[in-house]
């Protein structure tokens, strides 16, 4: 019985009775054979044994060609090679919305377009960084973060494809200040607390530090593992400060009430929130001399009009 899935060959070669004898040692069963011409044989197979039969015929000493196949197996090729054709529809149709929910590149629209350099670490902090996914979360919380940026009157995070369109307008009636790249200590004191928003502390809690002392630098540290960099930008932090002083109040007379008089001079003295004083009176030249040694707490802040996100 006729298999049906089968190929029609034709063989040349100078034997053909050789050829088939050949087919039939290796256990190819052959249908319908018939001579065609002088060296000329077509002939049926399964078409599963065609590789067989191309590994048996070499090429430098037999010529075989297909000549047709069953339409059954047309009808299996067909549909073989439709299924493998919607299956990589599927998959590029899955990559393609997958992909459009990543973002991979970020450009810089408006007035305040210049200030990209500085943006670029906000909406990274914010989650909109290339190659990551967007989302509209992450988007209005840069644009909130941008917004925060001196004389910026208008701002925009909107992605279209893949790319994120960052509009930034600004106020041309406003000065923009030049953020400072370090956050000097304003006085001699210890470090009560120490809160960075943006860039890397080079103090700790309970360190004593000296006025102009670098308390934090503007370096931050983008990425995880092989792929961290470090980028300068302008730090974003705040300190408390306990600091010393030292004030003197000369009297006629010791009372109390000179001696009110004296801390409200140290409290006028002070930079910031008395926290602790103590008070010596001493005789000098006739008169007292009121000495109030008291600490007082310093909170300072570097680009505090500026925002990390």
């Not at 010529?63 to 054709?85: D, G, Q």
């Not at 909130?144 to 909107?158: G, T």
């Not at 801390?263 to 008070?279: I, K, T």
Request: glycine share 8%; aromatic share 8%.
């Amino acid at each position: 019985m006729k298999p049906l899935f089968w190929t029609e060959l034709e063989l040349e070669t100078l034997t053909p009775p050789r050829a088939l004898t050949r087919l039939a040692k290796a256990g190819i069963a052959v249908f319908e054979a018939r001579r065609i011409g002088a060296g000329r044989v077509r002939f049926k197979v399964k078409s599963k044994d065609l590789q067989k039969i191309f590994a048996i015929f070499p090429r430098s000493c037999y010529t075989v060609n297909i000549i047709r196949n069953s339409p059954a197996r047309l009808a299996a090729e067909f549909v073989k090679k439709r299924a493998v054709l919607c299956a990589m529809a599927a998959v590029f149709a899955l990559l393609v919305t997958a992909s459009g929910f990543f973002v991979l590149r970020i450009r810089f629209v408006g007035s305040g377009s210049w200030y990209a350099e500085e943006a670029l670490p906000i909406l990274s902090e914010a989650g909109v960084r290339a190659f990551a996914p967007f989302g509209e979360e992450r988007a209005q919380r840069a644009e909130r973060a941008l917004s925060a940026l001196p004389s910026v009157s208008f701002c925009s995070v909107e992605k279209e494809g893949l790319v994120v369109t960052v509009t930034i307008e600004v106020n041309a009636e406003l000065p923009v200040q030049e953020p400072q790249k370090q956050f000097l200590s304003p006085a001699d004191g210890r470090v009560e607390s120490i809160t960075v928003m943006r860039g890397t502390a080079l103090v700790s809690e309970g360190d004593a530090v000296q006025k102009g002392q670098p308390l934090v630098s503007g370096e931050v540290i983008v990425g995880e593992g092989e792929n961290a960099a470090h980028r300068q930008t302008y730090p974003v932090a705040r300190c408390s400060l306990l600091c010393g002083g030292v004030y003197e109040y000369e009297s006629a007379e010791k009372s109390e009430a000179a001696e009110r008089r004296a801390l409200a001079g140290a409290l006028l003295r002070a930079q910031g929130e008395v926290v602790e004083s103590s008070v010596t009176v001493s005789e000098s030249g006739g008169g007292f001399v009121y000495r109030i040694d008291y600490t007082y707490r310093l909170v300072c802040s570097v680009n505090a009009g500026r925002t990390a996100g």
